[in-house]
């Protein structure tokens, strides 16, 4: 075999690997099943090259076939596989020098998180060096969404029939006095938060605590929220200037983490 042919086959490698993992990303929670015809179809690949691909899929484990209606569905391999991977390690590994800047600016503690079914994941978190601190949050953990700053700016950055219903699934449980436990009351705040792009949380989800949250654009879209977090008493002499800051940041994280979206788009158009 000569370099040309080397070359040769390795350019087509790259583009089988592409079609395969274009394959991967039909499915989504909305979407759990599809058939051949309609991979082939949304796909828009040559059909015996997809029932090549689907049929070394399915021998690895990486795809199975429901044998009650021959439709295709993500395999156990991958499940394994996932569960090997930290969730939201992209979105972290972007942000994290934009949290250690914010937490070396305010000099409290700092957040990201996202929506996930309903409830505010924690994906990172930078501790103040102050001795008291914020206890009630932790990497990894979900808190309910109507009683945080960084709930209500995810709530607030969905259409308003999908954060209703999502409050109608978690309930508006209450922690303390100051949590808002109906829709009512929580609708005009997510459209305050809405119009000036940023929430507070004045003890709601633990009495003494507040902080200040702003919504991480990527595409228009609220994909993440930041927020300072900070006792009471250390909060309310700075709460504009942590409004200013966690917006700044907040911003300036959503234009690196759309750069990133638009360099992996090029990457794949290129292929």
């Known amino acids: 075999m000569n370099i040309l042919q080397a070359e040769n086959i390795s350019k087509y490698q790259i583009k089988v690997l592409r079609k395969v993992f274009r394959l991967f990303e039909l499915f989504n929670e909305d979407v759990e099943e599809l058939s051949a015809a309609q991979i082939t179809q949304m796909l828009k690949y040559n059909q015996t090259t997809v029932f090549r691909i689907i049929s070394n899929l399915e021998e690895e484990g990486y795809l199975d076939k429901n044998p009650d209606n021959g439709k295709y569905r993500l395999g156990m391999r991958l499940f394994s596989l996932g569960n090997l991977v930290k969730p939201y390690q992209h979105l972290k590994s972007v942000a994290r020098p934009f949290l250690q800047k914010l937490n070396q600016q305010s000099g409290e503690t700092v957040h990201l998180a996202v929506l996930h079914h309903n409830q505010t994941l924690y994906v990172d978190k930078i501790e103040s060096n102050h001795t008291i601190r914020v206890v009630v949050s932790r990497v990894g953990h979900k808190l ?8 209500k700016v995810l709530l607030a950055s969905m259409p ?12 508006l ?6 949590t808002i436990t109906t829709w009512n009351k929580l609708l ?32 228009g879209r609220a994909t993440a929220a930041l927020s300072i977090s900070a006792p009471r008493e250390r909060f309310e002499p700075n709460g504009d200037n942590f409004t200013r800051m966690v917006q700044e940041t907040a911003r300036d994280l959503g234009e690196a983490l759309q750069d990133s979206m638009n360099r992996i788009s090029v990457s794949k158009d290129r292929t």
């Open 173 to 178: 449980l209450p922690f303390t006095k100051n």
């Open 188 to 219: 005009p705040v997510l459209e305050t938060v809405r119009r000036q792009g940023f929430a507070v949380d004045d003890g709601e989800i633990e009495l003494g605590l507040s902080c200040v949250a702003a919504p991480i654009l990527v595409d």
């Open 160 to 171: 308003l029939e999908e954060s209703k219903a999502a409050m109608e699934e978690t309930g």
């Open 144 to 151: 309910p969404a109507h009683c945080s700053g960084l709930g």
